[in-house]
């Protein structure tokens, strides 16, 4: 818990940010999700998958997002650095939360 709070805050690495969190994190969160929604539906549950697909991804993709932001802006590195972790971490997790 301290992790995903350090996370938030922003306080956390930028590398770790941006990998661990919004890449690594990010992909099981999702693939979990998308697989338990397809399961629910199949047995004729939507609501529930909607609760469970929707309701578990989105805020984990809105803090990841704003966890790899925050730290970026604390980056010392290469601007280069700073720009490509937010823009790849919007796009993916925009991506991720449509699907």
């Not at 549950?45 to 609760?51: D, E, F, R, T, V």
Request: overall charge negative.
């Amino acid at each position: 818990m301290k992790q995903l709070q350090a996370l938030w805050q922003g306080s956390l690495d930028l590398g770790d940010a941006f990998w661990t969190w919004a890449i690594v994190g990010g992909l099981i969160v999702n693939l979990t999700t998308s697989i338990l929604f397809i399961g629910l539906m199949t047995f004729d549950l939507p609501w529930l998958a909607l609760l469970v697909g929707y309701g578990c991804s989105l805020p984990y993709n809105f803090v990841a997002l704003v966890g790899v932001w925050r730290s970026s802006a604390r980056y010392e590195g290469p601007s280069l650095h700073v720009e490509l972790a937010r823009g790849v971490t919007a796009i993916l997790m925009v991506a991720l939360s449509v699907t």
